[in-house]
DNA sequence: TCCTTGTCAAGAGCACCGCTCTCGCTTTAG
DNA sequence: CTAAAGCGAGAGCGGTGCTCTTGACAAGGA
């Protein structure tokens, strides 16, 4: 990490970093519309031409910010799972075997909701950053090829998640999913690449899933639930633990 | 409509609904962000003070703009989801009674499926101005009290339909549904003055629905899903019949 | 009829924006 | 040691939202 060679690539890391701080700081009190690469350099105490040299234009300091605000995102979710499959796992051999193989069974289920969890939580603490990366796309700006692989961290680690469950035996087929159609089996075929072994009926109900999870994050934050479900933290739970059942993740296995 | 009483009143009305319809297709080639009064004002061969006579600012233009395709995304909405229920209404005695009862449980689900599916429609067809409404909210921008009952047009008409379900006894309460907690009663209270009859759970169920369609949208509009569900038709349409499941709208009454 | 009153488009101007180019200076690499 | 590359500063271009002033014009009352 710290192996810029000369003084001067250093420099370069530290004063790219600054800047995206400071971009960051202003995008989270005046938001992305009003970034403003001439009050960044300002802040610095800069010129503003010289900012060039770090990010060719504005929209690749956003790019930029959007690449850091998807990993930062897929940071905590990463963490929020890890932590209860994790924690589930360390102690196998706590009470009795009963016990123990009904802990086995709850974990996946509750390192889901920990993991929907921790994307509410992210969004509500970061909610600029987070209408960055789910908000309207900016106009001209077209995502470029190297945030594909931050974006698709959230939804990696919530298949992850469906497969230990598919591997402990715990994720039970809905009995009422369909099978997915030819062209749907076609547009499964990365999410099967990446969690095999999750039946496809169950990648289907998850891409819907990922799409309505996003959704209610983002009608919390955009405003949309105001005069209604203006703390949304029951409706949220109440959500999240019928999209688990939805998925087969029920702990009372077998049902629905 | 023609009210305008002078010749003044008359032509203001007029360039009004000009300038805003200007900056609507600009913003439809732009986006928001772009959208610029002095290039309206250009295209309409006018100088920029003059159009300060008609907007305040460029954020009550926007204001203008966010009302309308609230108003043009209900009106539409509506119109599916009546064309479905009047349809339905008309022909009560087409065939054997059986017959007929069973389209008159078959239509609030039709109903209700026309309506999501003319909001994916909808926002397909004016995406930049369904991204005006739906995505992030401009910054220091915060919607004026104007926009609220255009914005709730849409959630009433669905919960409409579910009304005239319950009142047409095919709205079949789900059995595995939770009552709301207090907390959540004291939420619902807007959603069941509007649609009297609707049992608490499924309203309930409504909220997280109505958030989660507009994340099917938002996703397939906004990118998220290029690369796995492109063209989302038969994601969409898997979807938003889960949902109708899931709300007690199923043709299998009872089921589930 | 004239004259007041209010509305209008136009223009100049302010502060800000993204971005480009040139100019010296310093650090690096050969 | 020298040539090249990287660097910040500054000027400048065309664009933006917005304000203020000015003069033309139409409507309505005396």
Known sequence: MNAGRTARDRARAELTQ???????????????????????????????????????????????????????????????????????????????????????????????????????????????????IYGSPVPGYSAPQSTVQPASRVAVCLLGVLQRAAEAGVLAVPEDAAEPSETLVGQLQPLEEIAPGVPRAVLLRTGMIWAQLFGLVSFELFGQFVGTFDPADELFEAAIASHADFLGLGERVGQR
């Open 18 to 132: 600054e800047i995206k701080d400071t971009a960051r700081r202003q995008l989270a009190t005046d938001g992305a519309e009003r970034l403003s690469l001439r009050a960044v350099s300002r802040e610095l105490g800069m010129v503003s031409s010289a900012l060039y040299r770090y990010f060719p234009s504005r929209d690749d300091l956003l790019t930029a910010l959007i690449i850091d605000a998807y990993d930062a995102l897929g940071a905590a979710v990463e963490k929020a799972a890890a932590g209860v499959l994790g924690a589930a796992k360390e102690e196998p051999a706590a009470g009795p075997l009963d016990s123990a193989k009904e802990q086995s069974a709850a974990a996946p289920r509750e390192a889901w909701l920990a993991a929907c969890r921790a994307v509410r939580a992210w969004a509500r603490k970061h909610p600029h950053e987070y209408a960055l």
